[in-house]
């Protein structure tokens, strides 16, 4: 059959141009858009902003990059660009001249916003964050998984490729690498990895190192994926989706197709073969489409403004109007560390303030030097920090107010435990997962949280797990993971043996209140007050016991009988019981249980017997396997944290 070429060349122009609008059309990968500032419509911001985007727009399209600020403080705006390495001039200019419409139409009014997409990025802001590392990592994986047989071989080259990448492409100036490796006889892994320019070599280094380490938890298996924060960004996939050599100049366009004088049959013919051949391009773009289709992962959120000590210093008078004077009526609790009290600024927002006791024991100066660095941890699952109050003897910290109370004002109330379904819960479990992780795992600060337990979990509008009171005891640096105190802050039932007994903490003291904190979830039973006539005392050794008699799943919240998939639920206790073993080289790091909670197929190891410390009725603590005892630990208080001087 006769089909002139120049059909064929409509038929693949066509095609592309579908592909080509419906890779116009999409999402960005990363928007964020700040509520911490807005703008108002014809301010000076407003001014400068409209400057500072087609500024971007035709400096950035000179040779990928642009960074720059317009106007003077308090109006000043920053402002960046940057264009994937290996895309053309026009692809780079298109992507922009889309972010900058796009930014304006997502973020309406705010003065610090981010979008990312495929080729760009464009970012702007009314504080300076050019060379600092954004950590706060999203991810994209692909549904489909390499087959077991190729998956060690493909993890470890995929290993070697991005670690090779990011050495590569910190040093250059372009802060931009790509290459492929093989995995398999026939199948190539295909790399790409950056930064912003703005980032120093190191940062940069150290930034695709975070990222590269959340490979694991985010998308283990998937046979692609992208993690990215405002900063880095990596992506991998078995096909070639990146130009690996240096960029060619692209592709001429079809040449123009010729009129002919043809004959009935010529047309007709051809029209209906490009009719089908037109339905197989459709076909093959929607397979495309399918096999590409991404699971959105936001596992962190955007540190937006890492300010001064000055500006995180709130007026107590302030505070004292917002809070009515430390009122009873506007207190939410009491914690180990002082009273917790709800306010409202004169803006109207909602805010928990909290006042720590007279004999915090710490200088001022130390005192602002932790809340500015606590004040950098932001992440989805904890509670944000927004500042402090320091006068005279008072220092108060102001905390966003999270609505819906914390965890024990639902897991332990018996009216209140059917409002948090398995679902909930299970949503919980991995929030508060990740928010313990990110403490413990967090480049640039390392912090044990020390007390973690159901009062100091809240609970947001949307029942997402929000960690409180980190950071209350020590900040550590970056390499210090253990320690040894002789000032014991924790709560009893909660803490780990090797902690309670001998000061001694690490992650793995942390990895133990959670793993207790999950049977709490699983069972809502308490820890140190568990009633269930003729049964063991405490929580833990009848988990145990229950596990050992291979009826685990009794453990459940009687109200949850119905709704709730056994697996998950027996995959938790089994995660719980990980946690809670004696031994705290055995216990799990954060990160393999955030692995172990994403991924069903991983094998998880039997757990060893918990550690049994359980609380007397005159307060001596005892050991029922005789693991270990000591009668240094002689008080406690139900529920409540309490510190404790340990006389070693
Ligand atoms: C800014 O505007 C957004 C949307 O209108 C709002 O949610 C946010 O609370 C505002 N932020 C401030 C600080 O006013
Ligand atoms: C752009 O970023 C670099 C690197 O952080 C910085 O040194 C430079 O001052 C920035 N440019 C402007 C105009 O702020
Ligand atoms: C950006 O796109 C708009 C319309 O899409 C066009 O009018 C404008 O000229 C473009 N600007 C640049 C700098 O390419
Ligand atoms: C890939 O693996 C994950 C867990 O490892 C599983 O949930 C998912 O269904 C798998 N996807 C496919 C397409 O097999
Ligand atoms: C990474 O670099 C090492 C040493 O330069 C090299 O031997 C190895 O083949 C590289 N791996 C990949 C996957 O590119």
Not at 36 to 61: H, V
Request: glycine residues 6%.
């Amino acid at each position: 059959m006769y089909v002139p070429r120049f059909m064929y060349l409509i038929i693949i122009f066509s095609c592309f141009l579908l592909f080509h609008n419906h890779v116009q059309a999409q999402e960005p990968l990363l928007e964020i858009c700040s509520n911490t500032a807005n703008y108002t419509s014809n301010s000076q911001f407003q001014t400068n902003l409209n400057i500072l985007l087609p500024s971007l727009l035709s400096d950035g399209t000179r040779d990928g990059f642009f960074n720059t600020s317009i106007g003077t403080s308090p109006d000043i705006v920053y402002g960046l660009v940057q264009c994937r390495g290996d895309i053309s001039m026009e692809d780079c200019r298109s992507c922009l001249n889309n972010s900058a419409v796009e930014i304006i139409r997502r973020c309406p009014n705010r003065k610090d916003a981010a979008l990312r997409y495929d080729l760009c990025i464009l970012r702007y802001s009314n504080t300076r964050f050019f060379s600092q590392v954004d950590s706060d990592l999203q991810s994209l994986y692909n549904l489909e998984n390499v087959s077991d047989a190729d998956a060690n071989r493909y993890n470890r080259q995929l290993g070697n490729l991005l670690n090779n990448l990011s050495t590569t492409a910190a040093s250059v100036v372009t802060k931009f690498g790509a290459a492929s490796t093989d995995y398999s006889d026939f199948k190539d892994i295909y790399g790409l990895v950056m930064c912003t320019r703005d980032l120093p070599a190191t940062e940069c280094f150290s930034c695709l190192q975070i990222t590269i380490g959340w490979i694991p938890s985010c998308c283990a298996n998937s046979d692609g994926a992208q993690v990215f924060s405002t900063t880095c960004y990596i992506r991998y996939e078995i096909y070639p989706f990146v130009q690996i050599s240096s960029p060619s100049p692209s592709p001429s366009p079809p040449p123009p197709v010729q009129g002919k004088s043809v004959n009935v049959v010529a047309i007709v013919v051809p029209v209906i073969v490009a009719v089908i051949l037109a339905a197989i391009c459709v076909y093959f773009i929607t397979k495309r489409t399918r096999k590409n289709r991404r699971k959105r992962k936001p596992e962190l959120i955007y540190e937006n403004d890492i300010r001064s000590e000055d500006s995180l210093q709130f007026d107590l008078n302030m505070i004292r109007t917002a809070t009515n004077d430390f009122s009873d009526a506007n207190k939410l609790g009491e914690g180990g560390f002082g009273a917790v009290y709800k306010g409202e600024l004169l803006d109207g927002q909602e805010i928990a303030v909290k006042r720590l006791s007279k004999n915090s024991g710490q200088g001022s100066l130390e005192f602002k030097n932790e809340v500015v660095l606590l004040h950098k941890l932001q992440h989805r699952n904890l509670v944000r920090l927004l500042g402090f109050c320091l006068a005279g003897e008072e220092k108060v910290l102001i905390y966003e107010y999270v609505p819906n109370r914390s965890l024990d004002k639902y897991i332990f109330v018996p009216a209140r435990k059917a409002d948090l379904d398995w679902e909930m819960r299970y949503k919980i479990i991995g929030g508060i997962a990740r928010g313990l992780l990110y403490l413990h795992e967090d480049s640039r600060l390392r912090i044990i949280h020390r007390d973690l337990k159901a009062g100091n979990i809240l609970l947001d509008e949307e029942m997402n797990a929000k960690i409180s009171d980190f950071g209350m005891a020590k900040l550590f640096g970056v390499d210090q993971t253990q320690g040894n105190t002789s000032r014991i802050a924790g709560t009893f039932g909660y803490m780990a043996p090797e902690y309670a007994l001998h000061g001694l903490f690490s992650v793995k003291s942390d990895v133990f209140s959670f793993g207790v904190l999950l049977l709490e979830i699983v069972s809502a039973q308490k820890t140190n007050n568990f009633h269930l006539s003729g049964l063991p005392r405490d929580l833990l050794s009848y988990a145990w016991k229950l596990w050992r008699e291979g009826n685990a799943l009794q453990l459940i919240d009687p109200t949850l009988t119905h709704c709730f998939s056994p697996n998950e639920v027996m995959r938790c206790i089994h995660i719980g019981l990980l946690c809670v073993q004696e031994n705290l080289e055995d216990r799990p790091t954060m990160s393999s249980v955030v692995l172990m909670l994403n991924s069903y197929s991983l094998t998880l190891e039997s757990p060893s017997a918990p550690a049994f410390i359980i609380e007397t009725t005159t307060g001596a603590q005892e050991s029922e396997n005789n693991h270990s005892t000591s009668s240094s630990l002689l008080y406690s208080v139900d529920g409540v944290s309490f510190v404790k001087t340990n006389p070693r």
